[in-house]
Structure formats: structure tokens, C-alpha cells
């Protein structure tokens, strides 16, 4: 928390930080549990697990912002080519005191924003075209503050590991399956265990490591507009972008929700393609509710002499 201090002025969040370390320290044990069974089950492959965790790994965290960047059609655009855009970040960045990021923007009708990055130095903030068209100035400002609140608290990488040994279960799980089991011989009766309980240990890791980040999320979130509002001192402002993203959500057509779905941990406000989606109640954002009732209670705070 103290380099925290040190490089912006975002209000530090205690809650995030333990909730952060709780979150990593669990998912580091099952990561741990999750690789000793895969030795003790494959022990003349530990070679092979080593290395496709290790380089999952590291891929993960040194190009999950690189891949998301594509995934979600960002570009980014030079002072020149957005100034308004650009702009706002300056403002914000300069009432953080906090490096400028990559300024970005994605081509995309869904009113949204997100940003990525392992640190500040890497980091990178995105608009779509659709929110940079809808929001007036005030508005635009508190989004893109939420967004550089993540970089600031350092939550974007702490969710890219987290949420690294949901996709290490699968793929370890199909590799060592394929390499392992298929050497045993099909007239191993171990290996007929193993067809079953591997599978099943895969399941159950994803599924813990899922609950984790989402529980994480929620709350990041939460911090991240809180964080905003202090900021700027206008959380009413972030209020009116939420309620203007949100509610313009239902005029985009399902097949570009679809597309933007998918990425919703990243996004300021989630997309979904249809009011019954699974997407709801497993959902990486708390509820707009939860979300304007905190930013009411900021603004009676800062109103309060």
C-alpha cells in the first residue's frame, strides 16, 4: 500500500488489498494441490507438466494484456487523432499524479471501456466508440477514472493470475491425459481410473478458481468506483454513465453483445446477450443497484459539512 501512496492519489482500499492477497494465497494452494496430484498420477511426465504450467505461466501474465488488446479490437490513437479522448485521461492523470497510459479505442457500437496492463508502465485505458459518442465529458471522466483505478490498486494483474489456473486445469489436464494415459495401455485398469478422476479434479479446481475471481471481481469493482468518485469528486457524474451505459445496453443488437460477453471481466459495465443469461448470476460486476446506492452515499459524504 505504500507504493500505492507513493504513485497516485487513488484513496488506498485495505479491503481490496486483503481480499487480493486472501484471493492469490488460495488460488497459489490450489494451483500447488492441483500440479502434486498431476506428478503423483503422471510421475514419469513431471517434465512435461513442469513445463506446460511454467509456460502457461508466464504467458499469461506477460501477454494477457497484448491478447485482450486484440481480442476486444483495441487500436491505439495518438493525441491527434482523439483529442477529447486523450484529454481526459491527461485530467485524470494529472489529478492522480500517475503516468499516462496507452490511450486506445475500440470500434465497437456496445457503450464500454476497460483497461489492461501488468503495471502503469505497461498499462493501457480503451473507449469504445460507442461510449465516446454517448457520454458528456463529466461522464467520460469518471469512467475512464474507474478504469485507471484498476492499473493504480495493481488488480489487473492479480486478476490475470487468478484467473490463469481455470485455463492451466484444462490444457494440463488434455496433455497429460494424452501423453500419460495414452502410453499406459488400454488394458491398464489404472488408467481407467485415472480417465475418470482426472477429469472430474480438473472440474472442481476450475470451478473453485472461478468462484474465487468472481468473488474478487465484485468487489474490485466496487473499490474501483469508489476510488473514481473520491477522485474526481463527482461521483454523481459516474453515476449518470452507469445508468446511460447500462440502460443503453438493451438497444444493441444480441450479436454484438455476444461478441463483447465474453470479455466482461474487463469491461466498465458487463454485456449480456439476454435478460436470462448465466452470465447474470455468475457475473464478474455487482448490480447497478449495489453500484449507484455506494456512489449516493459518497456524494452525502462529500456534501456533508
Known amino acids: 500500500m505504500a507504493a500505492l501512496?507513493?504513485?497516485?492519489?487513488?484513496?488506498?482500499?485495505?479491503?481490496?488489498?486483503?481480499?487480493?492477497?486472501?484471493?492469490?494465497?488460495?488460488?497459489?494452494?490450489?494451483?500447488?494441490?492441483?500440479?502434486?496430484?498431476?506428478?503423483?498420477?503422471?510421475?514419469k511426465a513431471w517434465p512435461?507438466?513442469?513445463?506446460?504450467?511454467?509456460?502457461?505461466?508466464?504467458?499469461?501474465?506477460?501477454?494477457s494484456d497484448r491478447i485482450a488488446e486484440y481480442s476486444m479490437g483495441a487500436h491505439t490513437v495518438s493525441p491527434a487523432q482523439a483529442p477529447e479522448l486523450h484529454g481526459a485521461v491527461d485530467r485524470i492523470c494529472a489529478l492522480a499524479d500517475m503516468p499516462k497510459p496507452r490511450v486506445a479505442i475500440a470500434d465497437s457500437?456496445?457503450?464500454?471501456?476497460?483497461?489492461?496492463?501488468?503495471?502503469?508502465?505497461?498499462?493501457?485505458?480503451?473507449?469504445?466508440?460507442?461510449?465516446?459518442?454517448?457520454?458528456?465529458?463529466?461522464?467520460?471522466?469518471?469512467?475512464?477514472?474507474?478504469?485507471?483505478?484498476?492499473?493504480?490498486?495493481?488488480?489487473?494483474?492479480?486478476?490475470t493470475i487468478a484467473s490463469f489456473l481455470g485455463v492451466l486445469a484444462g490444457v494440463i489436464t488434455?496433455?497429460?491425459?494424452?501423453?500419460?494415459?495414452?502410453?499406459?495401455?488400454?488394458n491398464n485398469s489404472n488408467a481407467a481410473v485415472l480417465m475418470i478422476l482426472i477429469p472430474l479434479i480438473s472440474a472442481a479446481v476450475y470451478a473453485v478458481s472461478f468462484l474465487l475471481?468472481?468473488?474478487?471481481?465484485?468487489?474490485?469493482?466496487?473499490?474501483a468506483d469508489r476510488a473514481a468518485a473520491l477522485l474526481t469528486g463527482r461521483p454523481s457524474a459516474l453515476a449518470s454513465a452507469l445508468t446511460k451505459v447500462t440502460g443503453e445496453m438493451a438497444r444493441i443488437p444480441t450479436r454484438d453483445l455476444r461478441k463483447a460477453e465474453p470479455y466482461n471481466a474487463f469491461w466498465f459495465a458487463p454485456a449480456f446477450s439476454s435478460r436470462e443469461s448465466l452470465a447474470r448470476l455468475l457475473s464478474s460486476h455487482p448490480s447497478l443497484e449495489q453500484r449507484l446506492e455506494q456512489l449516493s452515499k459518497i456524494s452525502a459524504e462529500l456534501t456533508r459539512p
Not at 6 to 15: E, L
Not at 31 to 40: E, P, T
Not at 174 to 186: D, E, F, Q, V, Y
Request: glycine share 10%; net charge positive; proline share 2%.
Open 5 to 43: 501512496r507513493r504513485r497516485s492519489r487513488y484513496a488506498p482500499d485495505r479491503g481490496l488489498t486483503t481480499r487480493m492477497v486472501t484471493t492469490m494465497f488460495f488460488i497459489g494452494l490450489l494451483y500447488v494441490v492441483f500440479v502434486g496430484v498431476l506428478l503423483a498420477a503422471f510421475s
Open 174 to 186: 488434455r496433455a497429460t491425459l494424452w501423453g500419460g494415459l495414452g502410453r499406459a495401455g488400454r
Open 48 to 63: 512435461l507438466i513442469l513445463v506446460i504450467s511454467g509456460g502457461l505461466f508466464i504467458a499469461q501474465f506477460w501477454f
Open 109 to 159: 457500437d456496445v457503450p464500454n471501456a476497460f483497461a489492461t496492463g501488468r503495471n502503469e508502465r505497461t498499462a493501457l485505458v480503451c473507449a469504445t466508440t460507442g461510449l465516446l459518442r454517448r457520454l458528456e465529458p463529466e461522464e467520460l471522466e469518471g469512467v475512464l477514472a474507474h478504469e485507471l483505478s484498476h492499473v493504480a490498486h495493481r488488480d489487473v494483474a492479480v486478476m
Open 213 to 223: 475471481t468472481r468473488l474478487l471481481s465484485r468487489y474490485r469493482e466496487l473499490s
